[in-house]
């Protein structure tokens, strides 16, 4: 049924100035007339204009109105999406159940039938499945990979496109939205957002939140932050985290398995109630090749989610040697221990250059005559050790400082400070490796200082979880290791930590001007890492164990330092990714040292990457030079794409060589089974929209809300008289006429 009619503004304030209007406008006619007759006449014009300006006043508007013929409709979304798996809806008989089967059991009674008789009630479920993002599946000749990317990313939960869709399939038939979900949202814009336009349009959503908002009884691994790759017969630390949902707190033993099931290693736990922990596990391989591993924790007696309690990732194991140069002046106690312990060390290459101040280079095996003068000479060295050396006769050169500092700074080499009592190092202030010491050296006594008895190390927060303090392979015998290790006497002059150092050990009794004096301090200096070793005693660590921890300790160094250089290498090439375990949708950085068929740095050449995504997608773009090229680094950056298996290929035209690598991505779920539900989300859709919102005890309650909204008002469809332009071009058009009379009749 259809009418019109007018509608007007009567307020006192319009009909005060429509009736003032009018009236001025009277006034000025009858004196007009008795003034001239005939220009009087024009007045009746102006009359019009005013009388037409006081009735955009009262702003008419013509409407037509019309009944509703369509039975209103009413959109009752479902949240179809992995999280509504979880388990964690209480049933009336007791027990919990999963949150999609409490809805399904609710379709199956039609919660709806009350709405029936006046409404059409439409089902609809809602999630998203982005194919892009979707994790690859496991090759049929890879099987080992099926653990790593295990269900892929999933379909995710875009609550806002529901609603959406749902306002434009129901049309000016829509009457309400009833929406049953758990409020988790994590595609598509803010779910408020397509509220207000519900809102905007007369449609009230009315939410009912699915699930607990806490967490289920559970234990998760977190995070595994482990390596690339590792060294045959290196201590690799494996840091870890556990989260614990449990009202109670929880010592367990986290257990390193391969694809064999052997176990690699194993650590102690001890996770407090309703909170976090974080460890480290150590294991040893024996053998080259891939690893595939898996960290698992056991599974408790309340927990209802039993899958994230294991975590898979996978290393590449290598036979590889590490190239040292350890240059000292003196050939005290601790350069001779250190010497003969990296010399043992089937892992490492060792080069000696010992500068006596008063017999000059020394000789004999592992020995060099000179510190290497040109870059292709030096570039092989993975790791330096600075000892009690420093600028001067028969010692080093500024340009030889200039040329470690280059080495570390732009390959990527380490370079650890070993200062002695004769205090050759102070001859470094001013020279281009002051800028790389961990700590600031009092250069005022160069010498260090000494104590009357046996001083310890003490490790910082930072070093009792750091792979150079790791000796032992727990916490706890890790630390009676540190506390039970002979002591020293002397320490060197660093008094304070510089800023991005971190301070792994500190004098136990000594401190200085800015607190406890650091001893054992890193620091990132470019592309390299830098080490500030404190004390010359470290060769006493012997002392009852023979090679234990001395051995342990410097050999961890020497890899620990070298990681960078070795992630990616072949004839002629080396390149390292940073970060080295990139995640979905990272920026990584691209690092790439190039020789030439004699070993140089090959400056000025074409250095071409190439990275393979999963599902086909390549990038490729050319490295860039990094300064004048004298060491041959370039330099690049890629982002990541998904998930799944990459392979980084880096090739140098001039030569026809090429490196390689790869780094899996591992699968993100977007719908976790577990978490919690979002009562706050869908309280938010019910307020911002108009409507209600409860949990599942509200139901039934939410449908007769529903079945008790008034009748929809009529459709109108108005025509606003006093804004239209032809309304306004009339008042002008009777104006105009006014002011052209009054011309041709000569007034003004």
Known sequence: MNRTFWDFDLSASAVSLALITVAAALVLLVFNRRRDRFAGRLEFIRLAAMVMLALTFFRPEHVRETRRAETPRVAVLIDGSGSMETQDVERDGGGVERRAEWIERQIERRFWSPLEPSVDVVLDRFSVHDEAEEAPAPAEDAPEDDFLLADGEGPGTDIAGGLDRAREQGGRELRAVLLLSDGDWNEGEPPAAAAARLRREGVPVFAVTVGSDRYLPDLEITSVQAPAYGLVDEHISIPFSVRNWLDRSVTTTATLTDRTGAVRARADIRIPAQGAAQDTIVFVPDQEGIEDLVLSIPVQPEEIREDNNRRGFRMEIRQQTISVLVVDTYPRWEYRFLRNALVRDPGVSVRTLLLHPDLGAGGGPHYIPEFPSRPEDLSPFDVIFLGDVGVGPRQLSPENLQAIRDLVEQQGSGLVFLPGMYGFQRTLQGTPLEALLPVEYDWRSPEGGHTAFEARFELTERGREHLLTLLAPTPAANAMVWRN???????????RARAGSEVLAVHSSVRGPYGRIPLLATREAGYGKVLYMGIDSAWRWRRGVEDLHHYRFWSQVARWMSHKRHLARAEGIRFFLAPENPERG????????????????LPGATVEARVEHPRGATDQFTLRQEGDGEWGVYTGRFRVRGSGRHQVVVRVEETGLEAE?????????????????????MREIAAVSGGRAGDEDDLDLLVSQIRALPEPRPLEERLRVWAHPGWGGAVILLLS????????????
């Open 661 to 681: 690598s790869t780094f899996l991505v591992p699968a993100r779920l977007r719908e976790e089974i577990g978490r919690p539900a979002r009562p706050g989300v």
């Open 586 to 601: 990272a920026e990584v950085f691209l690092h790439a040292t190039v020789f030439d068929p004699q070993g140089r740095p």
């Open 737 to 748: 006429a006014y002011w052209v009379g009054r011309k041709l009749k000569g007034r003004v």
């Open 485 to 495: 290790l002979p002591g020293f006497m002397w320490h060197g002059p660093g008094i």
